[in-house]
């Protein structure tokens, strides 16, 4: 294959190219997309593209903006670039920096801009950018064209010739497609925007501090690092109201800051618009923050070291909570109780999110601070309950078992008809009573920081069991909120709606 490497261009190069050439009175053509796996339908496609005009110039989504899921792109940008620079009929190629073609047609000015047929007609997988770019088009006066002939779906031959799945994974994704059309989960996802959610539970905030090891120490037998730099993410019920606002208009958060080291400007800018934050204050206490000595080079947690009171509410302080549950659940479609086991839920406030609450949707987190001290069978009642397999093993007192067996004994010990178990690489238990168990693999294909996937997988399925979805696709729809958690380190990027219908619509082709 001759690459060409003279016509593989930066943005600003393939502007000042286009420009010498529309000044020799040549028509530039412009094409853009992933071309992830570049085909035949691809190569028509330039062919008549090329029709149009002299000038044939092809620009690439950039690996970072390519929202069609976690496994994908399939091949990095600098091979789908070398690929396209090898075919004769390409003039220029260019890795576009923008997530669409808007800024990269104003920059370049090309004299037609060309898309496949398919576009004609925005169906399910149209493109959802696409408007913005035949907009910017349209502005600058350029020609639009659309291409005919066969069409084939990059994604849909990716997914049954180089899937990076197992074939358990491939059998569970085959009859899935065969139960549901892609209309109808994405109909699921898009109704969650009508419910109201509230969460309630303990505000965190989550440092990561990261180090280079320098060696040990001269007198004691420790690990010495150099500090090179911080990320501060928002946690705990925090993150959670973030991903529950990327799905659902309205999300009221009710939590508490401490009044030493309270952070409350961090915490009203890392929230979302459509999050309402009701801060009450812990007194005498700090603002509960998770600090994580984390080997830049590695990511390898060093250390973790936890600031908090967790002594339990009271007085005055729980009655403001009670005060803001009761003002607040009533009208809610679905009420998140996401318990740290910091003593902010305490029995008063369980008792009424149990009595208050419509949906009440329970997630009891295992961790450091809390460990054998937290079970979910202080809720006498919940709709749903979300656990992680550990979490099970704990509340059960068994470190063994089938986890149907051990799911089983739990539903003994509290009134849920509805439960889900997250087990990592093995995917998801799910259970209602009645019903049955059901079974979703994980889809997960790169794993950079673990913190921060249970959450997104508890209030995405909270939202869509809320609304009565298929087991299966709430299963789908959680692992895939997993799956996109696990890729940024903890919870510096919240769940939205986009990327899990993409990345849906992907794996359903």
């Known amino acids: 294959m001759e690459t060409r490497p003279e016509i593989l261009l930066s943005v600003e190069g393939l502007a000042s190219a286009v420009a010498k050439r529309r000044e020799a009175g040549q028509t530039v053509v412009m094409c853009h997309g992933v071309f992830d796996l570049l085909h035949i339908g691809h190569i028509r496609h330039f062919e008549q593209a090329k029709a149009h005009g002299d000038v044939l110039i092809v620009t690439l989504t950039p690996d970072q903006f390519v929202n069609k899921g976690t496994h994908r792109p399939a091949f990095p940008e600098l091979l789908r670039a070398e690929a396209i620079a090898s075919l004769g009929i390409v003039d220029y190629v260019a890795i576009n920096e923008w997530p669409t073609a808007e800024n990269t047609l104003k920059t370049v000015r090309p004299d037609v801009f060309c898309k496949g047929g398919e576009y004609r007609q925005r169906q399910l997988d149209a493109d959802v950018n696409l408007g913005p770019e035949v907009e910017a088009a349209k502005e600058l006066g350029l020609r639009i064209e659309f291409t005919e002939g066969l069409v084939f779906s990059s994604s849909k031959l990716l997914n049954r010739h180089f899937s990076p799945f197992s074939p358990e ?31 309630v539970g303990e505000a965190i905030i989550d440092e990561y501090v990261f180090c280079d090891a320098i060696g040990k120490s001269t007198k004691d037998p420790v690990l010495a ?10 946690g705990g019920s925090l993150a959670i109201a973030n991903h529950l606002a990327g799905f659902c208009q309205e999300v009221t958060l009710i939590c508490a800051l401490g009044d030493m080291n309270r952070q409350e400007a961090f915490v009203r800018s890392a929230l979302l618009p459509n999050v309402k934050p009701i801060l009450l204050t812990q007194k005498n206490a700090p603002t509960i923050s998770k600090r994580r000595y984390v080997d830049r080079y590695t990511q390898a947690k060093l250390l973790e070291i936890y600031e908090m009171d967790d002594r339990p509410l009271k007085g005055g302080e729980e009655t403001a909570l009670l005060d803001a549950i009761y003002e607040s659940v009533r009208d809610a479609d679905v009420t998140v109780a996401a318990d740290y086991g910091h003593g902010f839920l305490t029995s008063k406030v369980i008792d009424t999110l149990c009595n208050e609450a419509r949906f009440l949707a329970i997630n009891t987190q295992s961790n450091a601070g809390n460990r054998g001290f937290n079970p979910v069978s202080k809720y006498r009642r919940g709709d749903y309950v979300c656990l992680a397999q550990h979490e099970v093993s704990i509340e059960t007192r068994m470190r063994d078992g089938e986890p149907r067996d051990l799911l089983d004994e739990i539903t003994q010990r509290i009134d849920c008809d509805q439960f889900t178990v997250t087990r990592g690489k093995f995917g998801t238990l799910h259970y209602e009573k009645g019903a049955g168990y059901t079974e979703v693999p994980s889809f997960a294909t790169q794993v950079s920081d673990r913190v921060g996937a249970g959450d997104a997988v508890f209030a995405l399925t909270s939202l869509l069991v809320a609304q009565k979805a298929p087991w299966d696709i709430v299963g789908l729809a959680g692992n895939l909120a997993g799956a996109h958690m696990v890729t940024e380190l903890g919870n510096r990027v919240p769940l939205t709606k986009i990327p899990i219908e993409k990345h849906i619509v992907s794996l359903m082709k």
């Open 169 to 199: 994974q491939e059998s569970w994704l085959h009859a899935f497609r065969e139960r549901h059309e892609p209309e109808e989960v994405l109909g699921h996802i898009d109704e969650l925007n009508t419910l109201k959610a509230v969460v």
């Open 225 to 234: 690092c150099q500090s090179t730099g911080t990320e501060t993410f928002a």
